[in-house]
Every structure is written in structure tokens, then in C-alpha cells.
């Protein structure tokens, strides 16, 4: 051994001999040790264990130099050591056979010790990881924080030798703490793809036990919380052992996938904790179990719980299940905030309730982009009175403690920016801070002011102008004035028991300085628009096909070149005997209301039609005229869902249906068909879905967005089930006469004896006849609900448009030529688009029977970075196709789909050629 290894051994031995090591000493012996060899790494520990057996004093040892040489062993293992130079030459297995001994002999008291077990574990050999596992199983670290940061290495590790861990690591499922650990490493590795199997599954059956003592505990704890803790902390105490464990059992439980682990998992279900709900409800996903979605989808309804069940419901392809009111952009702003106020260094409780006062997307000081700020109020109702507040969500969460309700919004907005605005030329020196001579001139301008009692509270700091703050009172009440040049602004304090401050009151005086500086219009909108606007309207989301189709208006009318893929609209004209026949109705004074079901011609040429082409036979009468399709499902389920009510819907899906049933008070149940069956309802997946809630089953075929079509044979068993459980059915025919090669279609009312007395025909002119803007739809039912609908349409809207009216009865009674010319060319372009989507590598989309859409699958094109800017989800795809190729179409998250696009073919053939070919040259810069 060297000198300076003698005095360093000499050093460790007397701690109180020697005076405190300085931090470059520590350093220094960091570095050492870090390079040393494994020899000189090997004499030192032997002379350091000889000389605790003779000496049998562990307490005697130099902690901070104990400390420092065991941290340069653990980071001569660190990624960082690998790069810039040769790594330091590996620990051998006699080496960690020595630290295993020192281990033993510091003992529990020696707070240092847990660092050979991170040395052990960051070696990652087969020795040093068996030598760690028997250690921290049989002797491990007391305290929490040495036992993390022991295992931490594991977690970073890129590959380790799993059986030198496990099963002994499963030794541990004795210790909550330890037992949260392990648990958590191996999820971990699973999760990773390191281990092909789940390392706890032959532990399956004492994990199960476990989970099942845990949760039924822990459900004990929180029905008699004073039979088991002494206080409050104690109780919090207690909880959070309980949850730390419950978690990574669920986790596990999960991934091996064994079905009798569910009735374990279900006792979790019932506890109050919401993170442990969410765990095992996942879980329980996993195992195909039903009751886990449906718990996903009820906690995503808590703001408290909402980001976490989004977030696993995402992970399940289950994320359409929730309403769309609970994962809007002002649901995410509720569920942050109820999140933050949660955490245990703010408030640590979730809120009784939080709401979204205000929305504006604005430029933000510190942001490049605008950013979508959301203000969301939240009240908690403590013994002593409810404490309410407003937030700030949006390039910042946080909560001011101070009460801004009686602000105006931009107001609240201001002092959030004041506060974020973090600059070396942006802050406050209090008056007691300033040097004299300044004081005093501050002091002396605020007698000019025009207030009672004014006294300097603080200067603020603005870009290097000085803006004085002066406690004052004006007509009895208290505020304060900022000197801003040469005006003055004053602020009330506010009569409440938390008022604004001097620097609240700045910070508000500069908030508004700074957004004004980059939103020109700010302050403008000081009434919330929130206030006015119902929860149900609210909660709705703008059709992503118009707002698609308008951002490509946008382009075209800036100049630009657009291949306008995105709206469900022929690109022909409406045929000229259609045309002629609205100008002849207003000619003939047809410009008047008509009966609110429809004009007798109209009625009759839609059942005419319908008996024609599908033997159907139906009396005038059950025909319902509307304002198009839209406003045809709009009557339905109006006059059909009562509160709570459930409408299976197969998605993908047209983006208005789920929205349409939530205004009627019913609920939307997306059932989420599968590309490897052309996207169609199965049989299996219906019943799955049936509830006793269940009233309609809505179905689309030829399907938009997907161009698949059902058989009649499909339809069938689709129908016996409709019929078994006495549902109403809604067959949305709107495309069927743009059926493509074999394929034929096969109205859903036809398939069943019986079947048309409970299904309603939706149907119009707008796709088959190129009619869109003229607004006619109509719905075919039982005399009973279409007298229902009369009576409704007649209270909404009354009749559609008399001229549209009698031009429909053209289209419908004309010549049928225009129709076979569209079909063909859509048929030409459907062949194209089939054969162009087949070639560019990484796309696909299902064979398209009849309407003119391709549903694209976009998954492979995900989550790379096309000319700079990344793109990982299927709206930035569109949005980025749209920017840098300016190729319109629409994302499939908008029809329930996410990773895919939706494609509309109804384009001249030149254009949809051109639009390939910038989809393909987009693809390709993928990367």
C-alpha cells in the first residue's frame, strides 16, 4: 500500500482523531477511488475489515471519507465513466465479496453502509447482484431513502443477470417498504421487455394474498380511522405504507395476467383512495375484466382522479369510452389543477370541486408560441368555512393564496404573469431594502399621491424602470398604488380574509404590462364567456371535419394551393334538372312554410324509393323530412334517449353521433372495432356491450369514415341481438347508393322478420345527389316515433326549406343518370386511392365498398420528427400534412380511431394524383 493509501487508511480508521475533511478533500478521495484498481480497491478493504475485527468499533470509522470512497466505487460504474476516455478497470467478485463483509460489519447503525449495496448494484455482475440480493433481503437499510437509493442502479441498468436477484428479492414481500421496491423493479424490467416473463409469476398466488390482507386492511383504516391511528399524521402514515405497496401489486398482478388475482383486485375497488381505484381498475383491463374500463371511465369523471385514468385508459385503447366532457381541454385544465392542489406540498387533499371560469389562448411571457391558459376555480368546504380560489392552468400550474374572485379575468391572468415572469431585469426590492437616499425620494412623491395613509412598500424593477408600490387607502378601503411614469394605478386589497398584498398588487400592474405588450387584444374580453355558456354546450367539441375544412379555406383564401381532403362533400355541382326544379319552386311561389314533417310529394317519393329498392313498405306518414341527416339523428334521439339512456355506437364513428346523443342526455358506449375486421361490430363485442341501460344500437354502413360495409348476413346477427334485447336500432344509410364493385347493399330493416318495426332508416340527398348545402335528410320509423319527431321538429325548427323540398323530389323522381356518372368516377378515384395508399410504405387502410372516404392506418408514421417538428399523434400527423403539404385531412382520434386519417376521395382525380404525392413525399421525410 502507498503512503498517501496509508494516510488514507489512517484518515478512514480515526474519525476523531482527525479534523473534518474539507469538500475538495472529499472530492479528491472521490476521484481517487473512482480510478483506483481493483487490487488497491481489494488491500484497502481488507485493512479496513482487519481492523474493525480487532477494533469491533464500526462508529469509529471517518463517515464522510466512507461515504466519498464508496461513492467513487458506485461511479466508476456510471454512464458518464464510459465516455471521454478509457473506463476505470472492473471490481472483481473477491472485491465485492470484501464489501459484502463490510456491510455486515458497519452494521444497521452505520448510516453510510447503504452505499455498498448501490456499489454492489451498479456493478451489475452476477456475483455483486447476488451479494446485493441477500443483503438487502436478510439485512436491509432502515431507512426508506437508503433503500431507494440502493435499488436505484437497477433501474437505470440497460440488461442484468434477473436471476441473480429473483426469486430471492421475493424473500422480501415480508417488509411493505422493500416489497414496494421489488415489486417496482420488476414491473419495471417486464414493462422494459428485459424479462420475457414477469419475474413475480410463480408468486402469483402470494402476491394475490397479499393485495387481498392489504386492501382489506387498508379498507378497515378508512371506515374506523381512530381505531387505528392516534392523529392525523399517523392515519396519512399509515394510508401511504398501505398505497405505496398496493400500487406495484396491482401493477404486477396486471402483467401476469392470472385470473385469480380478480377478486382481489375488486376489494381494491372499493376503498376511497382514488390512485389505488385507478391501479386496480387497470389491472382488472388487463385481465379482460369489464368492471376495470368501466371504473377507469367513472374515475376519469373525478378531476382528482381524471389525468390518471385518461392516461391508463389511453394505454387500453379505451380512452372513447369517456364522455368527451371529461377529456375536453377545460376537463385536462380541472383534473391538473385538483391534481396539484392534491400533492402533499400544497394542500395535499383533492378539492370539492373544480370549473373552468375562463379560457384564452395568449402569449405568455417566457413562450414563443401562444399557450392555452385556463382560470379554474376551486372550493374546499373546511369546518371554518370554504376556502375558495382561482388557478392558473395552462404554461404554469399554481394556485396564489390570496382571494382573486372579485377580479376580472384579465386581471387574474395579469398577477399569474407578474408572478411567472422570471427575468434578471424583472423584480421587487421591499422599502426596507433600498438605500436611504432613495427611500427617501420614493417617500417623498408619495405625499402627491391622491390617497389617505400612503406608505412605500416596495419598488418594483421593470426592464430599468423603477415602479414605486404604496400601501394606501382611498374612500376608507385599503389597496394599493403603482407609480408606472406618470400614472398612477391603484388595486384594492380586497374586503375578504385573504387580501392582495403590495407584491400581488405589482405583480398584477406588471402582468398587464407584459400581456398587453403581446396580445394586442388583451383586456378586451373581461366578461367570461364560461358564465354564459350551459354545461352541456360546453362540454360539446367543434366537428374536426368542418374545423379541418376550414383551416384549408384559411390557406386557400392566404393563396395557397390546398388538396381539401377533409370534408365529406361531392365535388360536383348539383345536377341541372335538380337545379332547375328549386328555381321553378320559387318561380311557383313555394316559398312559404310547408307541413313540419314534410310536403306530401317529398314523403312520397322517399317511400317510393324504399319500396323500390328494398322491398320495404311504409306509409307516408312515417317519414320525417329535416334539415339533413344531421338534424334527422338530432330527432331520434331527442325524442327516444331519456337521461342516462345508452347508444352503442361501433367506432370508428361519424364525429357528430357521440356528441348528438350527449344533447340529448344520453350516453354515447363506443365500442372499438378492430382493422383486421374492416372495422365492423362482431356479434361477441354487441353483447359485450348490452347493459340494462342499453336502448339503441347505431349503425353505419357503407360505413363513414371507413368506406367498410356490412352483408346481410353480418346484419343479421347483428339483428338477432337487437331483437333478443328488445333495442331500438338506427341504421344511417346515407351512402347507400355509392357502393362500389361486388359488393351490395343490404338494408339493415330487411334482414329480420320483424326487424323494421324497430329500426329507423336515416337517409338524405346530400351525398348521392351532390346536394349538401340544400339541407335534406330524413328519417323512415314506426308510426309511433315519427309522430313523436312531427311534434318535435314542429317546436325546433319546423319544416325544412320549402325550395330544397321540391328539388329533392327531383332528385329522388328524375332521371337516375347523375347518379351512376358520380358513382363511376368515385369508383375510378376509389381505385386509385386503394392502389396509392398500397405503395407508400408504412401506410394501409381496408378495402372501401361504398362511400368515398379511405380510413389510412398512420400508426408506423408516429412518433418521428417530419422537417423539425415532432409528431407523435395522429392530430399533429394531419395538422403537419396540412402545414407542410398543404393536403387537408382529418384525424382519426376525431371518429373515435386514434392513429389513423381519414382521406375523403370526393376530389377531382387530378388533385387527389397531386395530394399522393405530397402525402408520400411527407411520409418519406419522416424520421
Not at 418521428?864 to 400534412?881: F, I, P
Request: hydrophobic share 40%.
Amino acid at each position: 500500500m502507498s503512503s498517501s493509501e496509508d494516510q488514507f487508511l489512517t484518515n478512514l480508521l480515526h474519525k476523531q482523531e482527525q479534523p473534518t475533511a474539507s469538500p475538495t478533500d472529499l472530492a479528491e478521495t472521490v476521484a481517487r477511488w473512482k480510478s483506483a484498481t481493483d487490487e488497491e480497491v481489494r488491500t484497502l478493504l481488507s485493512s479496513v475489515l482487519e481492523s474493525l475485527q480487532t477494533d469491533a468499533q464500526s462508529d469509529r470509522l471517518n463517515l464522510p471519507l466512507l461515504e466519498a470512497f464508496l461513492e467513487g466505487l458506485a461511479q466508476r460504474y456510471a454512464p458518464k465513466s464510459r465516455s471521454g476516455g478509457p473506463p476505470p478497470a472492473p471490481l472483481e467478485a473477491p472485491t465485492f465479496e470484501l464489501l459484502a463483509q463490510l456491510y455486515d460489519a458497519l452494521g444497521a447503525r452505520n448510516s453510510a453502509r447503504y452505499q455498498i449495496l448501490r456499489v454492489l448494484a451498479s456493478a451489475g455482475t452476477t456475483a455483486s447482484l447476488g451479494l446485493f440480493a441477500n443483503r438487502l433481503v436478510d439485512d436491509p437499510p432502515t431507512q426508506p431513502r437508503q433503500l431507494d437509493a440502493a435499488c436505484v442502479p437497477l433501474f437505470q441498468a440497460t440488461q442484468l443477470d434477473v436471476d441473480a436477484l429473483f426469486p430471492k428479492l421475493f424473500d422480501a414481500l415480508g417488509n411493505p417498504v422493500l416489497a414496494a421496491i421489488v415489486l417496482d423493479l420488476s414491473n419495471h424490467l417486464y414493462r422494459r421487455g428485459m424479462v420475457a416473463e414477469h419475474p413475480a409469476t410463480p408468486r402469483v398466488q402470494s402476491l394475490t394474498q397479499l393485495l387481498k390482507a392489504m386492501a382489506e386492511r387498508l379498507r378497515l383504516v378508512e371506515e374506523q380511522p381512530s381505531k387505528y391511528a392516534a392523529n392525523q399524521q399517523e392515519l396519512q402514515n399509515l394510508i401511504g405504507e398501505s398505497a405505496t405497496l398496493i400500487i406495484p401489486l396491482c401493477d404486477a398482478l396486471g402483467a401476469i395476467g392470472d385470473p385469480a388475482a380478480v377478486p382481489a383486485l375488486n376489494i381494491v375497488l372499493e376503498v376511497r383512495h382514488r390512485r389505488l381505484r385507478a391501479e386496480a381498475a387497470t389491472a382488472l383491463a388487463r385481465l379482460g375484466e369489464k368492471r376495470g374500463v368501466e371504473m377507469l371511465v367513472e374515475l376519469a369523471a373525478d378531476p382528482a382522479s381524471r389525468t390518471r385514468a385518461l392516461a391508463y385508459l389511453e394505454e387500453l385503447d379505451e380512452v372513447v369510452q369517456v364522455p368527451k366532457e371529461h377529456r375536453s381541454p377545460s376537463a385536462l385544465a380541472e383534473a391538473k389543477l385538483a391534481s396539484w392542489l392534491a400533492e402533499p406540498q400544497q394542500i395535499g387533499l383533492a378539492p370539492q370541486s373544480v370549473e373552468v371560469v375562463d379560457r384564452r389562448r395568449q402569449f405568455w411571457p417566457g413562450f414563443d408560441e401562444p399557450q392555452d391558459c385556463f382560470l379554474v376555480r376551486y372550493e374546499y368546504p373546511f369546518p371554518q368555512g370554504p376556502l375558495i380560489g382561482i388557478g392558473l392552468v395552462g404554461p404554469t400550474i399554481y394556485c396564489l393564496a390570496v382571494d382573486l374572485q372579485d377580479l376580472a379575468p384579465s386581471d387574474i391572468y395579469a398577477i399569474y404573469a407578474g408572478w411567472h415572469a422570471d427575468h434578471p431585469e424583472l423584480y421587487e426590492e421591499d422599502a426596507d431594502d433600498l438605500a436611504d437616499s432613495e427611500r427617501d425620494v420614493y417617500e417623498m412623491a408619495g405625499k402627491e399621491l391622491d390617497a389617505d395613509n400612503v406608505e412605500l412598500a416596495l419598488v418594483g424593477r421593470f426592464f430599468g424602470r423603477n415602479m414605486p408600490v404604496y400601501r394606501a387607502r382611498r374612500s376608507q378601503q385599503p389597496g394599493f398604488l403603482v407609480v408606472d411614469g406618470d400614472e398612477a394605478s391603484w388595486y384594492g386589497a380586497g374586503n375578504n380574509s385573504r387580501p392582495l398584498g403590495a407584491r400581488e398588487a405589482y405583480w398584477i400592474h406588471k402582468g398587464r404590462r407584459l400581456l398587453a405588450t403581446f396580445n394586442s387584444d388583451f383586456g378586451e374580453e373581461d366578461v367570461s364567456v364560461a358564465s354564459f355558456i350551459s354545461d352541456r354546450v360546453a362540454a360539446l367539441e367543434a366537428s374536426a371535419t368542418m374545423a379541418m375544412g376550414a383551416k384549408a379555406k384559411e390557406l386557400k383564401a392566404a393563396g395557397k394551393k390546398v388538396y381539401d381532403f377533409a370534408l365529406g362533400e361531392p365535388d360536383f355541382d348539383t345536377p341541372d334538372h335538380i337545379r332547375e326544379a328549386g328555381i321553378a319552386a320559387i318561380k311557383a311561389g313555394h316559398t312559404h312554410y310547408t307541413a313540419a314533417p314534410g310536403i306530401p310529394e317529398l314523403k312520397k317519393a322517399v317511400v317510393d324509393q324504399c319500396r323500390e329498392r328494398h322491398g320495404l313498405e311504409y306509409d307516408p306518414t312515417q317519414v320525417i323530412i329535416s334539415n339533413g341527416a344531421k338534424h334527422a339523428l338530432h330527432n331520434i334521439f331527442t325524442a327516444t334517449l331519456n337521461p342516462g339512456d345508452e347508444v352503442i355506437i361501433p367506432a370508428p364513428y361519424w364525429v357528430s353521433y357521440a356528441e348528438l346523443v350527449r344533447i340529448a342526455g344520453g350516453v354515447p358506449v363506443i365500442v372499438q372495432t378492430e382493422q383486421e375486421t374492416d372495422f365492423k361490430l362482431l356479434p361477441a363485442q354487441l353483447k359485450g356491450a348490452i347493459t340494462p341501460k342499453t336502448k339503441i344500437l347505431l349503425i353505419c354502413s357503407p360505413s363513414n369514415p371507413t368506406g367498410s360495409m356490412y352483408s346481410g348476413d353480418e346484419l343479421g346477427a347483428l339483428a338477432d341481438i337487437v331483437i333478443e334485447n328488445d333495442l331500438l336500432a338506427i341504421a344511417d344509410e346515407i351512402y347507400e347508393q355509392l357502393v362500389y364493385g361486388d359488393h351490395k347493399f343490404t338494408c339493415f330493416a330487411t334482414v329480420r322478420p320483424g326487424l323494421q318495426e324497430r329500426t329507423v332508416i336515416v337517409n338524405g340527398v346530400s351525398k348521392t345527389y351532390a346536394m349538401t348545402g340544400w339541407r335534406i335528410g330524413w328519417t323512415i320509423s314506426s308510426p309511433e316515433l315519427a309522430k313523436a319527431m312531427s311534434k318535435l321538429q314542429s317546436q325546433e325548427t319546423s319544416n325544412a326549406s320549402s325550395i330544397s323540398q321540391y328539388a329533392a323530389v327531383a332528385a329522388l323522381t328524375g332521371s337516375q343518370d347523375c347518379v351512376a356518372h358520380m358513382r363511376e368516377q368515385f369508383a375510378k378515384r376509389r381505385e386509385f386511392v386503394q392502389k396509392r395508399i398500397a405503395e407508400i410504405p408504412g401506410l394501409s387502410c381496408p378495402e372501401m365498398a361504398g362511400a368515398f372516404y379511405a380510413f389510412i392506418n398512420i400508426k408506423e408514421h408516429l412518433g418521428r420528427s417530419y422537417n423539425g417538428k415532432q409528431v407523435d399523434d395522429d392530430s399533429t400527423w394531419c395538422l403537419e400534412l396540412l402545414e407542410q403539404q398543404n393536403v387537408a385531412t382529418v384525424m382519426g382520434s376525431a371518429f373515435g380511431a386514434p392513429g389513423y386519417a381519414r382521406l375523403s376521395f370526393a376530389a377531382a382525380m387530378d388533385d387527389i394524383k397531386a395530394g399522393f404525392e405530397r402525402i408520400e413525399a411527407f411520409v418519406k421525410s419522416g424520421a
